[in-house]
């Protein structure tokens, strides 16, 4: 243990603690701005910079580990001046239309300037002429606004693992790139959105459908339908002013009535559809031999992550589409026809808490009703802003449930949004395919938690069902190398791109905080609890929907409608065989 | 041979066998520093000199084969000056901006090569005959303004002459 002073306070604290953590144990708050919880310190900006008694420099508290006997000073005139000056330098060559920003209400730059105290920029505003990155079907960025503190580089490379940005050049001519300037369209992006979490200023942001939506809503002609991804429900709330988890489905149904959408269902609906596909996908393959382990495939961030990086196991990708395309897929031929509506006319909008979705949804296969599935995806950050941009009083709003044919759901769909909760709704229905019997205990708490992997066993007929999960990619890496060399133990896992699960989803309320996330989290496994039907197979919407239409699951409607394929992705195919060829000739 | 990253162009390579031919050397170079402290800039400095540049494909490879993003290995090659992603021409000119010759009119034969001749720093005529560099001291600051072309070093150049110099480059 190392004891030293902070603002003449004493503090002890383990070897290897940086000067900041050590200050916040006491309360002291240094402010910084590249630093963030649950990245790796990088000491970029320099806003976190205290005095050490006896050293000439200032030093940057957020990478500089504690000494025994050190003294430190938080806060002085030398420290507040410097601390400015850098504001300052960062506001030269910042953009200023703060008002019609999209972080104008939450932006970390602004918030510092004026929490430190910035009054006036001694230096001349130069404003570099950056272009706009809109390559990717679902992430923009700003390079305008980048203030190079690294953050996204970070998530991206050391989180996820993904390496889609870094930075390049040097000096005065540093930017945060995607390689060879391609932009994020063209790299192996996957569109999780965890960059726009950590991104302090508005570098980074989801492609806007706002504009779209509000234009078919408004459209006589048109009938608009809306599906609600689990993870909205708990995240809703609080993005417009709600405690965070705070549940709210009867207020988003009824806010999505009052906007103007023709029929409210609800993408949990879907989901219970995905587990009765996905569960007996399962067993066929432990009976008949398949692939295996089997892993989930709602995550369109896993799915292109694969893609990418694991072209040689995307056969152990359960062929089954997302709920959201499901939902998609059905609303223009089931409800189209239950209806008596031309699928032509039908809008199919989705409300999601990710940025994946957007680029999901404008897959070329996605379109097997014969029209696009999915028209346009709204983020949750983008439904709670055309909420209050309708004035509606969201927190007054009386429940109102979903259209009961394509919204009634268990309670082992709404916890798709949370990492484990597919695992978790698969078992509780595959249990029953392979025995015949409910799963008594129905929750299933060792794939439960924040952990980054969980793994479990479930005995069903004799046979022992082992699963695991991991979320967040670099640790779903760790179960896939596994995989790779033919060691994984496991029948199923369930893999989901954003650390938390859809709960910390790219298009949600803006957070990179694990806690944060957990707390929504629980608030799904209290919904699920609170349900009178927790067992997919059990919703009587999803068996009205085989009976009258689909027929079974795996069947031949549902395999045309349901059901996708995956392709390798940025040319490594070909890089292997030149490989092959390369250590032929060698 | 349908693989998509043998039809990326690499400037100077023609035929498809000839691109294999310099993917199996890239190959040989990288299976030679992998592993070693700064195996990236190695493999990166011989990568140029086997194409002049360095090309799309030639940074896919490398990507590959270290596990690297394609992202960082441009970090790393866009910190420093030494490394270029644009082909050479076949001429290089080298325009001083060194302090003697910025003061002598420097920047107006940079200013005239980009307004006549579509060149800049660090790029290329569109026939691939030219290729532009900025420079900081040729040595001889007495005859300033100073470009080279080539090996040729040309003193006092006005950037009126400029059409004619580079005329009698075929």
């Not at chain 1, 953050?151 to 540093?174: P, Y």
């Not at chain 2, 920047?107 to 800049?120: A, G, M, P, S, Y």
């Amino acid at each position: 243990m190392i004891t030293l002073t902070i603002d003449g306070e004493e503090v002890t604290v383990s070897e290897g603690t940086t000067i900041l953590e050590a200050a916040r144990r006491i309360n002291i708050k240094i402010p910084h701005l590249c630093y963030m919880d649950g990245l790796v310190p990088h000491g970029a900006c320099g806003i976190c910079l205290v005095e050490v008694e006896g050293e000439r420099n200032l030093t940057r508290s957020c990478v500089r580990p504690v000494q025994e006997g050190m003294k430190v000073y938080t806060s002085n005139a030398r420290i507040r001046n410097i601390r400015k000056m850098l504001i300052e330098l960062l506001l030269s060559d910042h953009p200023t239309d703060c008002f019609t920003c999209d972080r104008s209400l939450n932006c970390e730059l602004k918030e510092l300037a004026s929490n430190l105290g910035v009054k006036n920029i001694r230096y001349e505003k130069t404003l570099n002429q950056r272009k706009k990155d809109e390559t990717s079907l679902a992430i923009i960025r700003n390079p305008e606004k980048c203030v190079l503190c690294g953050r996204c580089v970070r998530v991206c490379n050391d989180v996820q693992t993904v390496g889609a940005l870094d930075f390049a050049n040097r000096g005065a001519e540093l930017i945060v790139t995607t390689g060879l300037k391609k932009g994020l369209g063209n790299s192996e992006c996957v569109n999780c959105g965890q960059c726009i979490h950590v991104c302090p200023v508005a570098a980074i942001t989801e492609k806007k459908s706002i504009d779209d939506v509000w234009k078919a809503i408004s459209d006589p002609a048109k009938h608009v339908v809306v599906q609600e991804a689990p993870a909205v429900r708990v995240a809703l709330g609080e993005a417009l002013g709600l405690p965070p988890g705070t549940l709210v489905t009867g207020k988003m149904h009824a806010a999505l009535k009052k906007l103007g959408f023709d029929t409210v269902f609800d993408t949990n609906f879907s989901a219970d559809l995905t587990i009765m596909e996905e569960g007996s996908e399962l067993v066929k393959r432990i009976k008949e031999g398949g692939a295996l382990p089997l892993i989930t495939s709602c995550c369109p961030g896993w799915v292109k992550f694969a893609e990418h990086f694991y072209p040689d196991l995307l056969q152990h990708i359960s062929t089954c589409k997302s709920p959201q395309q499901m939902f998609g897929a059905l609303a223009k031929t089931y409800f189209a026809e239950k209806a008596g509506l031309n699928p032509a006319n039908i809008v199919s909008v989705s409300v999601m808490p990710c940025t994946a979705k957007k680029f999901e949804a404008q897959r070329p296969e996605m379109c097997s009703s014969g029209y696009r599935d999915v028209d346009y995806v709204l983020t949750t950050r983008e439904i709670a802003s055309m909420i209050k941009e309708a004035g509606i009083d969201f927190e007054n709003l009386p429940d109102e449930p979903a259209e009961r044919l394509m919204g009634y759901y268990s309670g082992a769909a709404t916890i798709f949004g949370v990492t484990g909760g597919v695992m978790e709704a698969a078992l509780r229905t595959a249990y029953k395919l392979i025995t015949g019997y409910d799963l008594e205990d129905i929750d299933i708490e060792p794939v439960r938690g924040m952990r980054g992997v969980r793994t479990s066993s479930v005995e069903a007929n004799g046979m022992t069902l082992r699963v695991a999960v991991a979320h967040g990619l670099g640790n779903a890496r760790k179960l896939l190398e596994e995989i790779r060399k033919g060691n994984s133990p496991y029948h199923f896992i369930e893999i989901m791109a954003c650390p938390g699960g859809c709960v910390g989803g790219g298009g949600q309320p803006l957070g990179f905080d694990i806690t944060l996330r957990n707390t929504r989290g629980r608030s799904l496994y209290k919904e699920d609890k609170n349900l009178p039907c927790r067992r997919s197979h059990q919703n009587p919407a999803i068996e009205k929907l085989y009976m009258e239409y689909l027929g079974e699951p795996l069947g031949e409607k549902s395999h045309h409608l349901l059901h996708t394929s995956y392709t390798p992705r940025n040319g490594v195919t070909d890089l292997n065989e030149i490989l092959e060829i390369c250590s032929k000739r060698a | 041979m349908t693989l998509s990253i043998i039809k990326e162009n690499i400037k100077g390579i023609e035929t498809e066998e000839e691109k294999l031919r310099i993917f199996c050397e890239l190959h040989k170079i990288i299976e030679t520093y992998k592993g070693s402290t700064g195996a990236p800039i190695r493999i990166l400095q011989k990568a140029q000199e086997l194409c002049g540049y360095l090309p799309e494909p030639v940074l896919m490879l490398i990507s590959k084969e270290l596990n690297l993003s394609l992202s960082r290995l441009y970090s790393i090659l866009t910190f420093y000056h030494f490394f270029t992603t644009v082909p050479k021409g076949k001429y290089v000119i080298q325009v001083c901006k060194g302090t003697a010759c910025y003061v002598k009119g420097g920047q107006k034969i940079l200013d005239t090569l980009k307004r006549d001749f579509n060149l800049e720093p660090g790029g290329i005529t569109e026939d691939g005959k030219f290729s532009l560099d900025m420079v900081r001291c040729l040595g001889c600051c007495g005859l300033s303004p100073v470009i080279a072309v080539g090996n040729d070093v040309y003193r006092k150049v006005k950037p009126s002459q400029l059409k004619d110099i580079l005329s009698k480059y075929k």
